[in-house]
């Protein structure tokens, strides 16, 4: 579904993404792993086009995207979920579902407001409430909602562990697991590998903006030197 072929992308003269090449099936939960700073999040945002590589191509569903504006990557069927949310606090949660609305696609599942909030039951105790009256467990529900309805064939989630209650985040993990099971491709941006073990197919592990890793959580725990050079603290 998304293939990413060697890569480069700069923050200035900042080389941050240096050679990167990867795939995302369709139908996988793929993490993208690594510490903070390795690259993760300009992995997802030169995916978007909102930080464009340089060099190399991304190409989703065998269309080629790099160079185009980030609202015709959205268009075309990638949802974007960043790690620092960006609701619109002054609009309600009904509001901000219907911001994100967007056609029916042939080729990803279709949600509704009603679908949504079986998914989420906090957003629907709290559909009449302003973003800024949320929590950040809350608001990190409602950007996801929001970006689903849009009806994305492809859920990039960057840090969606990051900062909230250990309840939300095992919430979190279960709301993955259903977009899994509707037929979504996801792709998260973690550094917690409890939480992405319990939801992820596929481990990338990224350092310096090179891929180290990249295979099942099965050969990951069969390679510990792997795992503790890149991922420990």
């Known amino acids: ?10 923050y200035g003269k900042a080389h ?4 990167l090449s990867f795939e995302v099936r369709r139908g ?13 999040s300009t992995t997802m945002k030169s995916v978007m086009q909102l930080v464009r590589p340089r060099q190399g191509q991304v190409t989703f569903q065998g269309r080629e995207l790099v160079g ?7 268009k075309c069927g990638i949802g974007y979920v960043p790690e620092d949310r960006r609701i619109f606090t002054d609009l309600t949660v009904l509001e901000n579902l219907e911001v994100g609305r967007q056609p029916k696609r042939e080729d990803a599942p279709f949600w509704t407001q009603e679908q949504l909030f079986e998914i989420f039951p ?4 709290r559909r009449a409430n302003r973003g800024k009256h949320m929590s950040g467990g809350e608001q990190q529900m409602l950007t996801i909602a929001r970006t689903l309805m849009g009806n994305p064939a492809l859920l990039l989630l960057d840090e969606p562990s990051e900062g909230i209650a250990p309840v939300i985040v095992e919430q979190m993990a279960e ?5 899994k099971a509707e037929g979504l491709t996801v792709m998260i941006s973690e550094q917690n590998l409890h939480f992405a073990r319990a939801v992820a197919d596929r481990a990338i592990i990224i350092e310096g903006g090179e891929k180290k890793f990249d295979g099942s959580f099965a050969e990951l725990e ?4 792997i795992r503790d050079a890149y991922l420990s603290v």
Not at 16 to 19: A, P, R, V
Not at 175 to 179: A, E, V
Not at 222 to 225: G, R, Y
């Open 175 to 179: 709301t993955i697991k259903t977009l």
């Open 28 to 40: 996988e939960v793929v993490a993208l792993l690594g510490r903070n700073g390795a690259g993760k």
């Open 222 to 225: 069969a390679h510990p030197e």
């Open 1 to 10: 579904m998304l293939s990413v072929e060697r890569i480069h992308s700069y």
């Open 16 to 19: 941050i993404l240096n050679d």
């Open 122 to 125: 906090n957003l629907f105790e």
């Open 68 to 74: 185009e504006p980030a609202f015709r990557v959205a």
